[in-house]
């Protein structure tokens, strides 16, 4: 399980924070303002009141241990980008950042973010996409405990065929589809002579760990 740090703990913070510990990660969520604080304090690993701008004091909690942060400051433009700045300073390898406006991201970037969100971009972008090409993870159930991924496969993986890899037995997790690019289709059920192509995605279900323990190795 993986250490991030959540800065800034409006709507999106809150939900992103919360969802992370959900999953089993250790989250460690930061907002200068102590109501927000007190509002995600049980719904987290550690909550603190500190301001993300003030570089000593992000020292002192250990952000540079992180695996990740996100910068969920969006509205305070200067906060946003001297809390951006401290994190990348203090050697945090993954800063994503929260952005209003194209230009405030390009700063974001500039001042060390690796990534950059556009809440309501990304959103509306990621609809058009459903809705122009409904996916098929949409149309399942969903099962506790069980997921359906997409895994784009390894080197490892291309030129073999299903059986070869044996996913089922070595993974517990089957193939359930497999979208092709070359030709454009999507291939349901595969047979185990099917032999993976560089352009092709995997669509894999099985049980959260048995998911997450093939996605690490092969990453
Ligand atoms: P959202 O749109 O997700 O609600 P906002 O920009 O309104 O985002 O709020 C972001 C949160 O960031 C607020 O709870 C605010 O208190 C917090 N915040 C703003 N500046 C700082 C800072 N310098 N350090 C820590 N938290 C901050």
Redesign the pocket.
């Known amino acids: 399980m993986k250490q991030f740090a959540i800065?800034?703990?409006?709507?999106?913070?809150h939900y992103l924070g919360t969802r992370l510990y959900e999953k089993g990660h250790e989250v460690l969520a930061?907002?200068?303002?102590p109501d927000?604080v007190q509002e995600i304090k049980d719904s987290v690993s550690q909550a603190i009141v500190?301001?993300?701008?003030n570089r000593k004091t992000m020292q002192s909690v250990g952000i540079d241990q992180m695996d990740a942060a996100v910068v969920?400051?969006?509205?305070?433009l200067g906060?946003s980008i001297l809390?951006t700045l401290n994190l990348k300073e203090l050697g945090v390898e993954r800063i994503y950042a929260?952005a209003m406006t194209e230009i405030h991201g390009r700063i974001l970037l500039k001042v060390g973010a690796t990534e950059i969100l556009f809440p309501e971009k990304d959103l509306a972008f990621s609809l058009a996409e459903r809705m122009h090409n409904p996916n098929l993870l949409d149309y399942l159930p969903f099962i506790e405990g069980y997921s359906i991924i997409e895994l784009a496969p390894p080197k490892t993986f291309i030129g073999k065929a299903l059986h070869e890899l044996d996913l089922i037995n070595r993974y517990g997790v089957q193939v359930v589809a497999i979208k092709e690019i070359i030709p454009d289709r999507l291939n349901l059920i595969p047979t185990a002579r099917f032999i993976l192509k560089d352009s092709d995605v995997l669509i894999l279900l099985g049980p959260d760990k048995s998911l997450d323990k093939l996605r690490e190795e092969v990453s």
């Open positions: 800065i800034g703990l409006g709507n999106f913070g930061i907002d200068k303002n927000k500190a301001d993300a701008t969920c400051i969006g509205s305070v906060d809390a929260k």
